[in-house]
T-cell receptor
């Protein structure tokens, strides 16, 4: 059974700082996904990582994948308040659906 | 494209009543997934369909839950009878062969 663990589950940080969210998964997975969820909203796709060593960047967010270590990271550079949200990683994929981590609740304070 | 469309957005019902949640996937997507989100358990995959056929319903919590996909453009998730512990946000998502997953806006269900 595929299990996905994120840490930390809660993160409060100041604007301008850098931080990393970690995502470990238990078995081989085709792909690794990162989603953002704002309170009361749906899940918004951020990144899909398809292969070992994959790195993707969008604005202040950068995601990477190490399939040998079964580890993905989401790095936040010079955080701004608008990035406050809950971030989920998910593994699995194909036609079998995704298994999600518990989510990282991120608060960025001025 | 209007994305994945779910209805209703909010549902409040009394314990014991039947509840039906609806989902219209993105046209051309061949996989459809129902998820439940709660504070305690996070996002759980309940059931998924591939080409309208249920593939894995092992995530469905009890026999009170059932799901159908009569055609490529419509799916329902039914709870009968509903219980307070079923209160959650239910998301539908669709995908084309797992190439990417698009989530609907969700249905917030409250059973009182």
């Amino acid at each position: 059974e595929l299990k996905v663990e994120q840490n930390p589950l809660f993160l409060s940080m100041q604007e301008g700082k850098n931080y990393t969210i970690y995502c470990n998964y238990s078995t081989t997975s085709d792909r690794l996904y990162w989603y953002r969820q704002d309170p009361g909203k749906s899940l918004e796709s951020l990144f899909v990582l398809l292969s070992n060593g994959a790195v993707k960047q969008e604005g202040r967010l950068m995601a990477s994948l190490d399939t040998k270590a079964r580890l993905s990271t989401l790095h936040i550079t010079a955080a701004v308040h608008d990035l406050s949200a809950t971030y989920f990683c998910a593994a699995g994929g194909g036609a079998d659906g995704l298994t999600f981590g518990k989510g990282t609740h991120l608060i960025i304070q001025p | 494209d209007a994305g994945v469309i779910q209805s209703p957005r909010h549902e409040v019902t009394e314990m014991g009543q039947e509840v039906t949640l609806r989902c219209k996937p993105i046209s051309g997507h061949n996989s459809l997934f129902w998820y439940r989100q709660t504070m305690m358990r996070g996002l759980e995959l309940l059931i998924y369909f591939n080409n309208n056929v249920p593939i894995d319903d092992s995530g469905m919590p009890e026999d009170r839950f059932s799901a159908k996909m009569p055609n490529a453009s419509f799916s329902t998730l039914k709870i009968q009878p509903s219980e307070p512990r079923d209160s959650a946000v239910y998301f539908c998502a669709s995908s084309f062969s797992g190439s990417g997953y698009t989530f609907g806006s969700g249905t917030r269900l409250t059973v009182v």
